[in-house]
């Protein structure tokens, strides 16, 4: 008789539930730990199966983060629902590297230390959106503002929301990083007569502007250094 292919029909070693209790999550393969978060599978396959299907189409989680949800729908069994469960869960994981910036009691002594934490969520946007750090007057970050999306070409408006919500909060001095959808962090002169802007406009206000920074596809370059770096 063919064995029945419904979850429930497995040995618990082979349920991805069980592994990570009895394993842990960081013991679990990719399809693994995407077959939990997908729940169920389809009729006649189950989630590990859609789960390896998926991997199979995109490779890796992060290429599922750029990813379309029409190429989600090419799937056959995944539905709209799935689709959205996927695309939070990865939102959330980006999101997370941010809020660990913000839990360091450590000032920031290099850009590296700013990219590490910024990078993951910020190289595969699509459209160029900028952040600002505060930092206190020991260079410990407080906080992340996101400015609206937009461009260095929109630099006056930009510029004025940076500096409005660095003296609302008496911030005395912030990180500015943006990223490049194109991957390519290198500074346009759009990006050079912002920055040569914003740095007047602090010096002006009593404001430091520690750096900016622009990020690329693992790469990142920053004005203070006037270096392009990987990471």
């Not at 940076?162 to 909060?169: L, P, R, T």
Request: charged residues 35%; contains cysteine.
């Amino acid at each position: 008789m063919e064995r029945k292919r419904s979850l429930k029909y497995w040995q618990d070693e082979e349920k991805p539930r069980e592994k990570l209790i009895k394993k842990g999550e960081h013991n679990l393969t990719d399809v693994d730990l995407l077959a939990i978060l997908l729940r169920s599978g389809t009729k006649g396959e189950t989630a590990i199966d859609l789960a390896r299907k998926i991997i199979n189409k995109f490779g890796c989680f992060r290429n599922m983060s750029h990813t379309s949800l029409n190429s989600f729908k090419e799937i056959k069994g995944l539905g709209i629902a799935k689709i959205c469960q996927i695309k939070a869960a990865i939102e959330i994981g980006r999101r997370m590297a941010e809020s660990e910036l913000i839990k360091r009691e450590k000032p920031l002594t290099s850009p590296d230390e700013v990219v590490k934490y910024i990078m993951p969520r910020m190289r595969d946007l699509k459209k160029e959106v900028f952040k600002v750090i505060h930092l206190d007057s020991k260079n410990r970050p407080i906080e992340i503002k996101e400015i609206e999306e937009g461009t260095v070409n929109q630099a006056n408006p930009i510029i004025r929301e940076i500096f409005y919500k660095a003296i609302e909060n008496f911030i005395p001095t912030i990180i500015c990083v943006h990223n490049h959808p194109s991957g390519d962090p290198t500074p346009s002169k759009e990006d050079i007569e912002f920055t040569k802007r914003l740095k007047e406009g602090g010096e002006i206000l009593g404001i430091n502007i520690l750096d900016h920074i622009i990020i690329g596809d693992n790469l990142y370059y920053s004005f203070a250094s006037g270096k392009i770096k990987d990471i």
